[in-house]
């Protein structure tokens, strides 16, 4: 199957700074990649598309200027989480898919916890 | 708006027992994709099984098995003979439109016990 491979796995930073989390398709190329985030016992909720050489398309109540993504090749993807707060402590997920409607291709996920 | 319910949050049973998760969803598009993803704790998710809003035939894989039913918008996956290792969230998942954005629902947790 695909691979989908996101770094780092966990990251613990400090209050006030900035965390970068890298997603990419390794055997294939993706126009688009998700980027999702879980808290503990809960769903996944999207948070935002990623279009490689385009803006962002942010969900509704997700900041923009909070969560920074660039999708700068057909491979990479990645989500910054600027002047990061305990509350954005979570799990963050990406995922891509080969082609429409076929099935999402997870990373591993991010474990964030700011201190 | 699409939406995706699972009702049960955390299902218990003993090993080699069978256990059926229920998946409803809604949505006002014709063309759909439903997925169901396993969860276990190291938290990656593994895809289970994709289908189309075309295709309602059911599946068997092994010991999972799935029924979708367009009529009551359902879904539903079961594991037969559950062992330890089935032990994880599972979520049930739907795109519209083929845009491969997922809404998910909030999940089963099953455990198994040995």
């Known amino acids: 199957g695909a691979v989908v491979s996101q770094h780092p796995s966990r990251v613990i930073c400090k209050s006030g700074t900035s965390v970068k989390i890298e997603c990419r398709s390794l055997?294939?190329?993706?126009?688009?990649m998700f980027w999702y985030r879980q808290f503990p016992k809960q769903s996944l909720m999207l948070m935002a598309t990623?279009?490689?050489?385009?803006?962002?398309?942010?969900e509704q109540g997700v900041e923009k200027d909070k969560f920074l993504i660039n999708h700068a090749s057909l491979t990479l993807s990645t989500l910054t989480v600027t002047s990061a707060h305990p509350e954005d402590s979570s799990f963050y997920i990406c995922?891509?898919?080969?082609?429409?409607?076929?099935?999402?291709?997870f990373g591993q996920g991010t474990r964030l916890t700011v201190v | 708006a699409q939406k995706v319910t699972q009702a049960q949050t955390e299902i218990s049973v003993v090993e080699k027992e069978d256990v059926t998760l229920d998946c409803v969803y809604e949505?006002?598009?014709?063309?759909?994709?439903l997925f169901w993803y396993k969860q276990p704790p190291s938290g990656e998710l593994v895809f289970l099984i994709r289908?189309?809003?075309?295709?309602?035939q059911n599946e068997i894989s092994g010991r999972y098995s799935w029924n979708f039913q367009k009529s009551t918008s359902s879904f539903n996956f079961t594991i037969t003979a559950s062992q330890v290792v089935d032990s994880a969230v599972y979520f049930c998942?739907?795109?519209?439109?083929?845009?491969?954005?997922?809404?998910f629902g909030k999940g089963n947790q099953v455990v198994v016990i040995p």
């Open positions: 995922s891509a898919s080969k082609r429409r409607g076929t099935e999402a291709f």
């Open positions: 055997d294939f190329q993706a126009t688009t």
């Open positions: 990623s279009n490689e050489g385009s803006k962002a398309t942010y």
């Open positions: 949505t006002r598009d014709t063309t759909y994709y």
């Open positions: 289908r189309n809003s075309f295709d309602e």
């Open positions: 998942a739907l795109s519209e439109g083929g845009n491969n954005r997922l809404a």
